[in-house]
């Protein structure tokens, strides 16, 4: 079993669309976690910190629940450039461990 | 956008033969890593480097092998390239240890292994 899991995907929704994924991780003892937004064929950036209260960054909201072990990204009013595969990242004893990723593509 | 350059940028090679992939900074952070991304895995590190002179092995590290003697630079040797090999190599930065979770990456290698 893999110790970040993502669904792979593809999330295939119209522009203004919510949508939501989610991951789950394995290793309760995981420190800090994150969302990475990879575009097709480029290298992976930064997209939003997940934090125990929840954080919303304009359209993005996380959210994570320690206690199922999993981490959520929701993205509202879906635009065509957010087309990308989203990262799921866990953060234990200071490695980085990266999900599969989750691909979304929104069309017109 | 960070200043990190991967060289080449592709390259098809043969079983058996040496390959060394480049990574190159621009920002003086201490932190350099390589990672490999392959399809239905995240990426997996490979080695990382907190100085010069100073690395250590990560998850996948078997049949590489890394150098840093220069802050900016951070090599990546493939001794003897197998087929398994063939990935996307990312080199990545950060000015901190990793629980900030701010990597920043290079664009990216992709290795073909005949």
């Known amino acids: 079993r893999k110790e970040v899991e993502q669904d792979p995907g593809p999330f295939n929704v119209p522009e203004g669309a919510t949508v939501a994924f989610n991951c789950t991780y394995s290793n309760s003892a995981s420190q800090s976690f994150f969302w990475y937004r990879q575009d097709c064929r480029k290298e992976p950036k930064l997209l939003m910190s997940v934090y125990s209260s929840g954080n919303e960054d304009g359209r993005f909201t996380a959210q994570l629940n320690r206690a199922s072990q999993y981490i959520s990204l929701l993205i509202r009013d879906s635009k065509l450039s957010d087309s990308a595969t989203y990262l799921c990242?866990?953060?234990?004893?200071?490695?980085?461990?990266f999900g599969a990723g989750t691909r979304l593509a929104v069309h017109p | 956008d960070a200043g990190i350059t991967q060289s080449p940028r592709h390259k098809v090679t043969e079983t058996g033969t040496p390959v060394t992939l480049r990574c190159h900074q621009t920002?003086?952070?201490?932190?350099m890593y390589w990672y490999r991304q392959d399809p239905g895995h995240g990426l997996r590190l490979i080695h990382y480097?907190?100085?010069?002179?100073?690395?250590d092995k990560g998850e996948v590290s078997d049949g590489y092998s890394v150098s840093r003697s220069k802050t900016e630079d951070f090599l990546l040797t493939l001794e003897s390239a197998t087929s398994s090999q063939t990935s996307v190599y990312f080199c990545?930065?950060?000015?901190?240890?990793?629980?900030?979770?701010?990597?920043?990456f290079g664009e990216g290698s992709r290795l073909t292994v005949l």
């Open positions: 990242v866990v953060n234990r004893n200071n490695k980085l461990i």
């Open positions: 990545a930065i950060s000015q901190d240890r990793v629980g900030t979770g701010e990597l920043f």
């Open positions: 480097s907190y100085g010069v002179k100073d690395t």
């Open positions: 920002e003086n952070h201490r932190y």
